[in-house]
Structure formats: C-alpha cells, structure tokens
C-alpha cells in the first residue's frame, strides 16, 4: 500500500473533520475528495473511528513536542519553554478549525472518541512531564509534580489561544504573540526553578 494514499487520506480526512466535524464528515465524502474509492479507504483504516484516531495522532502536537524535546534537550530552560510554547501555539493556530469544531461537537462524540482525545492530551502531558522530570533530576528544577506542571504550562497556552482565536476576547494586540509567550514563560520559571 502507498505511503502517499495514506498521507493523502489523514490530509483529506483533517480537512473534511475540520470543515465539518467528526459527526458530519463521511467516510465516503473523505474517499471522494481523496480521489479514491470508499474501498480503498477501508483498505488504510478499518473505520471512521481509526481514521479519525490516525488523523489526531498524527496532526496533534504530540509528534511535534517529542521531536522539539529532542532538539533543545541541552538549550537554556527559558529558551527551550519559549520553543515549546511557540510551536505549541503555531499548532494551535494551524488547526484553530478543527478545535472549534471539536469543542462544539465533544458532547456528542461517542465514547471511543473522547478516549482517543482525551489519550492524546494525557501523552502529551505525559510527554512534557518525563521533561520536566529530567531537570529536576539535575537539579535544575525544584521538587514539583512534573505531569501538573506540564497540564499547567500547556493549560496557559491553551486558554491565551482559546481566548483570542476561538471566543475573541483577548485585548492582546497582533504582532504581541512572542513578548506574551516570554512573559508566561517567566511566570512559570519562576514556579518552577530551583533557587
């Protein structure tokens, strides 16, 4: 099977979830815009669930945050927190349709779907954790829980993104985006490092 129908697929089926919801997008009409037949879709992914399930892991920022966490392992904690936080925040932003569009439809997902969302937060969290864990160990951080520092520091940036992209309420101006990100980021060093 080819790599390029599979990525076609997820890029297709991204689209369609974010335009329509996990609730209103088809399978069919996935395959359709695909430029492949429904068959061959189930041939990639067995059901809507597992397609929708690929679609998150793939597109969440979990692979991202694992390949940054690999590149700044020996950055200064401040620079890496600002990388984290950038690039959580461009993800946010490049997926703010499918957000919106999930946070109206959560009620409604059936079971399997909440757990496929909610297990690619607790990975996440968990993730950002193990980082966090590291310092500590040398010394760098003081004791804390490592996985309610980690749902904290992405809870910061979620809730600045979710204000200004999806409920606009934010009164941060345009072009603000890294002077908040390094602002938050101080805030939360000085929770978190050792004195």
Known sequence: M????????????LKLFSQKGYLGATTKEIASLAGIAEITLFRYFSSKEILFEEVINNFSFYPKLK???NEIKDKPYKEALVIIALE???LLESK???????QCEMERYPDKIQKI???IIYNTIQLLSSYFKTLQERGMLRKFESELGAQAFLGMFFSYFYGKEIKKISHFREGEVKRIVEEF???FINGTSQK
């Open 2 to 13: 080819s790599q390029d129908t599979r990525k076609k697929i997820l890029e297709t089926a």
């Open 67 to 69: 390949e940054i966490l």
């Open 88 to 90: 959580f925040l461009n």
């Open 96 to 102: 703010k349709e499918l957000i919106k569009i999930m």
């Open 117 to 119: 969302h909610d297990t």
């Open 185 to 187: 980021v101080d805030i």
